[in-house]
């Protein structure tokens, strides 16, 4: 089992930009897929983004031109960088790592775009 620390979740205006990073213990880092899903109140988590070992991405379509993942396997740090921030993405937004023994989940980070 892996742990996964989220950090860089805050307020937002409209517009605006937030970057998520998302820490990971261990040295298998590199062979693991990491996603950032998202849960907003009284909403089912959805997933926002997937990067894959071999860097293939994945996004929902509502992130879709406005958030980007991307990983620095050397520092076990997996990101999601998100611009054009809407109020409809406010959620707590948690990172995942799926692993050959399953999916491990990090505590979430409070991302509120509001003005």
């Known amino acids: 089992q892996v742990q996964l620390v989220e950090s860089g979740g805050g307020v937002v205006q409209p517009g605006g930009s937030l970057r998520l990073s998302c820490v990971v213990t261990?040295?298998?880092?590199?062979?693991?897929?990491m996603a950032w899903y998202r849960q907003a109140p009284g909403k089912q988590r959805e997933l926002v983004a997937a990067l894959t070992a071999n860097m293939k991405p994945a996004y929902a379509a509502s992130v879709k031109g406005r958030f980007t993942i991307s990983r620095d396997n050397p520092q076990n740090t997996a990101y999601l960088q998100m611009n054009n921030l809407k109020p409809e993405d406010t959620a707590v937004y948690s990172c995942?790592?799926?692993?050959?023994?399953?999916?491990?989940w990090g505590r979430g980070t409070q991302v509120t775009v509001s003005s």
């Open positions: 261990g040295s298998l880092f590199s062979s693991y897929t």
């Open positions: 995942s790592a799926q692993t050959a023994a399953g999916s491990d």
